[in-house]
């Protein structure tokens, strides 16, 4: 059975950590029973690792290593993983090089190679200017989008 939709990293930092802005819109994909099948890219739980443990002057969520492994495990505890063969993730870099892609907007790339591999059709992200503009055959939707689309009766 495919999954209903691909969550982004930032939907999972903004699920994990309370203090974000779209704690709540991104934590009510999960609570409803029954709740849509979510997938999430291996390397976005890197990501996410990466983003709720970050130190320094610009760390906003501060998580110990301890805090962001169960916080993750949570997640996945409720989801599919997902990812690219070492050959598709290196054919996803390559492709993004050859259209001129840098940055981070690679990590999206490979979200979106990802729901592409496994024939899911909508990616749930914060961040859909940058998802669309890799993606515009796959439907790409903010949490609060996705769920009054998934349930129009309670939004």
Not at 51 to 62: D, I, N, S, V
Not at 117 to 134: E, F, P, Q, S
Request: hydrophobic fraction near 45%.
């Amino acid at each position: 059975m495919t999954a209903d939709a691909l969550l982004d990293s930032n939907v999972l930092v903004a699920m994990l950590a309370e203090a974000h802005e779209h704690h709540q819109a991104s934590l009510a994909l999960v609570l409803d029973d029954p709740r849509p099948r979510f997938a999430v890219c291996a390397h976005s739980y890197a990501e996410t690792y990466s983003t709720l443990t970050r130190l320094g002057e610009h760390a906003p969520f501060r998580f110990t290593a301890e805090e962001a492994l169960a916080s993750l495990e949570s997640v996945r505890a409720i989801t599919d993983l997902v990812g690219l063969t070492p050959a598709q993730t290196f054919d996803a870099i390559r492709g993004y090089a050859r259209g001129g892609g840098v940055g981070a907007r690679l990590y999206d790339r490979l979200i979106g190679e990802a729901a592409v591999a496994h024939d899911i059709a909508t990616i749930v992200t914060w961040n859909i200017a940058h998802m669309r503009g890799l993606f515009p055959s796959l439907l790409v939707q903010t949490p609060a989008a996705f769920f009054e689309t998934t349930y129009p009766s309670k939004a």
